[in-house]
C-alpha cells in the first residue's frame, strides 16, 4: 500500500502565499508522476501542477507564473509554493502520485485526502 499526505494548507489573504507538501510512502518501487489537483464547490477536479514521467513540468494555465511545483526525490515529496494567491485559488487541494510497488507490476495512481486552501480577506 502506498500512502500520500499533504499539508500546509489554511487561510490566506489574497496577495499572500502558502505551500503545500506531500509525501508518499509505504510499499514504493518508483514513482513514475506526481502532481497537485483542486477541487473548488461545485467544480470539477482539475490539475494545478504535476511532473510528468519525463521530468517535465505542467501548470494550469490559471498558475502559470504564481505557482511553483518542485520535489525532492530521496524524500518521494513534492510542494507547491503558490504565492499572489487569489479569491479564486480557494479549493481543497489533492495530490496525487503515480508509482508501482515493485519492477513490472503496473503503475496505480494514489490520491491523498486533500488539504483546504482559503483566500479570504
Known amino acids: 500500500q502506498v500512502q500520500v499526505v499533504e499539508s500546509g494548507g489554511g487561510l490566506v489573504q489574497p496577495g499572500g502565499s502558502l505551500r503545500l507538501s506531500c509525501a508518499a510512502s509505504g510499499s514504493i518501487f518508483s514513482i513514475n508522476g506526481m502532481g497537485w489537483y483542486r477541487q473548488a464547490p461545485r467544480k470539477q477536479r482539475e490539475l494545478v501542477a504535476a511532473f510528468t514521467s519525463g521530468g517535465n513540468t505542467n501548470y494550469a494555465d490559471s498558475v502559470k507564473g504564481r505557482f511553483t511545483i518542485s520535489r525532492d526525490n530521496a524524500k518521494n515529496t513534492v510542494y507547491l509554493q503558490m504565492n499572489s494567491l487569489k479569491y479564486e485559488d480557494t479549493a481543497v487541494y489533492y495530490c496525487?502520485?503515480?508509482?508501482?510497488?515493485?519492477?513490472?507490476?503496473?503503475?496505480?495512481?494514489?490520491w491523498g485526502q486533500g488539504t483546504q486552501v482559503t483566500v479570504s480577506s
Open positions: 496525487m502520485v503515480v508509482a508501482r510497488g515493485g519492477l513490472g507490476l503496473g503503475w496505480s495512481n494514489y
